[in-house]
């Protein structure tokens, strides 16, 4: 499951997707549909162990959260 928002088609704002039991599973933010700035991804049990950053839709790093 995913929750996003649109605007004139294109994604804006929060955006969580979710594991089938609910459990968060990335997390992040859009600017006229493309990513910006952290994405966090999460593994099933609910901890973080991955960042993504991105700068108008292109990643511009990767941190591995331990």
Do not use: C, P, S
Request: net charge positive.
């Amino acid at each position: 499951m995913q929750v996003e928002n649109y605007k004139n088609g294109l994604k804006v704002g929060d955006y969580y997707q979710y594991f089938e039991d609910g459990t968060l599973a990335t997390k992040g933010f859009f600017v006229n549909g493309k990513e910006e700035g952290v994405f966090e991804l999460y593994n099933r049990e609910g901890k973080k162990f991955k960042e993504l950053i991105f700068k108008k839709g292109k990643k511009i790093e990767e941190r591995e959260i331990k």
